[in-house]
């Protein structure tokens, strides 16, 4: 169908073209999607943006099913499943030749140098990641704090994440939040 | 073994070695990837690593540490590349999509289901107010990944990659530049300090 079509296109091409960006994984992508999302497409509000990422942070599976939710929301099943395996296609192809490639030359240097190079790339976008996000979740200043305790906890302890996540559900159904 | 099989490319097997490197199926590589991604809340590179390196010693903690690194240094989901470059050397692209469909298959679904439930009561107040609350506890954990990531950095006192990380940061975070441009800037000059700085380390 045309009208239903088009929505999944854009998917498609949204986030086939984020995946060959994403350096450094799916979180380090939360900005452009995020944009793609909110800002250019209106697909989601901030609020819906900010609920997406927390579902995808309690489902199991890679975070990059965050996509899926959005793709969900877009088009249904059908946008669920182009988002996702456009955002994972072309970058997995990718993976797919270059291993055979390196297979082949294993003393390559330059992949150690590349990988290095990426590294502070990855990491200040995914602080970037968590600022976009804290802005749309964290409202008031008991989020904030939710969010400094959850950060501290994981930073300095070996917690099982999901205890912080499921603690945070508990203080948003009490109405803390 | 039967007489048209191949010589393995890991050495015979040996009496030192406690079990020769096994090769999965493809059913098997389904399996275990769909299990690892179903364990997998919050993350499944632990899990992967748990899975294939110390239950079914598929891979040596070496190969799967070259092998993580070669997925992390390209674009996109790592641990979806992961996959697909380890089914792929089992079993070739048959292997791949194995091992990718089992790690995206099932949490996929469970995601759709979410997202089913989240679109038809996304709107109920007590569902949104818990759902904030998960959200802030999620970006929370966000921020410790960044700081222990950051921790080697600030360690070996690398300015060079601090500053790259906190222009990245200003430029995504605050000013909202898109992705691609900033990229198309940031990667060939990171290369370039990169091999600046261990050129001068060796001099």
């Known amino acids: 169908m045309n009208s239903e079509s088009s929505p999944i296109a854009a998917l498609v091409w949204t986030f086939g073209l984020m995946s060959l960006f994403a350096v450094g994984g799916a979180n380090s992508a939360i900005p452009e999607m995020h944009r793609a999302a909110v800002d250019v497409h209106h697909w989601l509000t901030d609020k819906q943006f900010a609920d997406v990422f927390a579902i995808s942070q309690l489902s199991p599976g890679p975070n990059v099913l965050i996509v899926t939710l959005i793709g969900y929301s877009v088009a249904g099943v059908g946008g669920a499943l182009a988002a996702t395996l456009a955002m994972c296609g072309p970058t997995a192809l990718l993976a797919y030749y270059v291993s055979r490639f390196l297979d082949r030359s ?46 501290a906890l994981a930073f300095a302890t070996r917690t099982n994440p999901l205890w912080m996540l499921l603690a945070g559900a508990l203080l948003g159904f009490a109405g803390v939040v | 073994m039967p007489p048209e099989s191949p010589p393995a490319a890991a050495p015979a097997p040996d009496a030192s070695v406690p079990s020769p490197p096994l090769q999965p199926g493809l059913l098997e590589l389904f399996l275990a990837f769909a299990k690892m991604s179903l364990a997998g809340f919050g993350g499944v590179l632990v899990w992967a690593r748990r899975s294939i390196v110390e239950q079914h010693r598929w891979m040596t903690a070496e190969e799967f540490n070259e092998t993580f690194a070669l997925c992390h240094f390209l674009p996109g989901p790592n641990i979806v590349n992961l996959s697909v470059v380890f089914g792929s050397r089992f079993r070739g692209i048959a292997g791949g999509l194995a091992a990718f469909a089992g790690l995206v298959g099932p949490p996929m679904v469970i995601a759709t289901v979410l997202a089913a439930l989240y679109a038809r009561y996304g709107d109920i107040d007590i569902l949104r107010r818990t759902l904030a609350g ?14 222990k990531m950051m921790m080697p950095l600030l360690k070996r006192r690398d300015v060079t990659g601090l500053a790259i990380l906190s222009a990245v940061f200003v430029a ?8 691609q441009i900033v990229l198309l800037v940031a990667i060939p000059l990171s290369i370039a300090t990169t091999v600046l ?5 060796k001099a």
């Open chain 2, 134 to 147: 998960v959200a802030c506890a999620a970006v929370g954990l966000l921020f410790a990944v960044v700081l």
């Open chain 2, 172 to 179: 995504i975070g605050l000013i909202r530049w898109p992705l």
């Open chain 2, 197 to 201: 700085a261990r050129r001068m380390v």
């Open chain 1, 106 to 151: 294993r003393d390559a240097r330059w992949p150690a140098i590349i990988q290095a190079a990426l590294v502070p790339l990855s990491i200040g976008l995914m602080a970037a990641s968590g600022l976009i996000v804290a802005q749309t979740s964290d409202q008031s200043w008991i989020a904030v704090l939710i969010t400094i305790v959850a950060a």
